[in-house]
């Protein structure tokens, strides 16, 4: 069962304890996602990137520890609201002033140990929050309609680009909304237990693109201008 | 859809803040000798002007930070944000509003 359940371009790391027997918060509608793809000019695609390994650093980015940090990530902490950073397999997501989300291909014990040993006795933390929230990945071009019908953040490309990732409300849903590039493709990250609904919701907004689109006004050409 | 400028992330939708009622109420220097009437208007008792007020709001879907803003309470714009910690800004006196209207 479980090999069904995650796309064939998933890698879960192989390993015996926990890891095999973790479960995802939305695996349950893996092939709902599946279902609910929208192929064609106004293609958009759901699907979940399940166990991806965040950690939480709160530390003040003036300081040296911040500086330290940096080194070990390979990339500087961010300095304003939206901006992304990227090292090696590391992005590093701006949170708060002094509050950051590390997103890393690694697996986080090495990671967190590193960084907490790096920190010392300034003040912050380090904290493995990878169960915190999962990952559902909304792409293609119908992507960015999708989530404009409920989200308040501008989405247009003149203030929302690739690299850009904000904590937001999608729906009712707090989640840190990442534009990872311009099919346009988005992460949301939603907590855990509101990943169900989320998950349904972004279903429910996908399928009008389906649909073939109404034709245009006869005045307003294909393109009504007003998006 | 109103939008508050975070002093942190910029302009957002009002759903994202949550408001925490009078700013710049100072803790008593000397909780220790206040009468019982004293304490009381430290804890309950808190302006109520037609106009401007200095108020704390927090970005709970953002930041999660909080920060003072300078809002009409007759029209509801916010006139300005500033971080905690910064005094209360010098903002244009408002023209007094016509009550009248509100009952019109």
């Known amino acids: ?227 | 859809m109103i939008l508050i400028d975070c002093p942190h992330c910029g302009p957002r939708n009002e759903d994202e803040f949550t408001y925490g009622g009078q700013a710049h109420v100072p803790y008593p220097a000397n909780p220790d000798e206040l009468t019982d009437a004293e304490w009381a208007g430290f804890l309950f008792y808190r302006d109520n002007p037609l106009g401007e007020f200095a108020e704390r709001w927090m970005h709970g879907l953002g930041c999660r930070r909080w920060f003072n803003a300078v809002r009409d309470t007759y029209s509801y714009k916010i006139i300005t944000t500033y971080p905690m910690g910064w005094a209360a800004p010098q903002t244009q006196p408002q023209t007094q509003p016509d009550t009248k209207e509100v009952s019109a």
């Open chain 1, 1 to 227: 069962m479980a090999s069904t359940l995650l796309e064939d371009n998933i890698q879960v790391p192989a390993s015996s304890g926990p890891t095999e027997r973790r479960h995802s918060p939305v695996e349950h509608l893996h092939e709902a996602f599946r279902a609910a793809e929208v192929t064609g000019s106004r293609a958009v695609r759901l699907r979940e990137i399940p166990y991806v390994t965040m950690i939480g650093l709160r530390v003040d980015p003036a300081s040296a520890a911040a500086s330290a940090l940096s080194e070990v990530l390979g990339a500087p902490l961010p300095a304003v609201c939206g901006q992304t950073t990227h090292g090696a397999g590391h992005t590093v997501l701006w949170q708060g002033p002094d509050e950051f989300l590390v997103i890393t291909d690694d697996a986080a014990s090495p990671l967190v140990d590193q960084l907490t040993e790096r920190l010392g006795d300034a003040p912050g933390s380090v904290v493995d929050l990878s169960a915190n929230r999962t990952t559902l990945e909304l792409s293609g071009p119908s992507a960015r309609a999708v989530l404009e019908k409920s989200c308040a953040v501008d989405l247009h490309p003149r203030a929302f680009t690739p690299g850009t990732a904000v904590s937001t409300a999608v729906g009712a849903v707090p989640v840190v909304l990442w534009q990872t590039d311009d099919a346009p493709t988005y992460r949301l990250l939603p907590r855990s237990s509101f990943a169900d609904h989320l998950g349904r919701w972004l279903m429910d907004g996908m399928a009008e693109f389906a649909a073939e689109p109404l034709p245009a006004h006869s005045q307003s050409g294909s393109d009504p201008g007003w998006h």
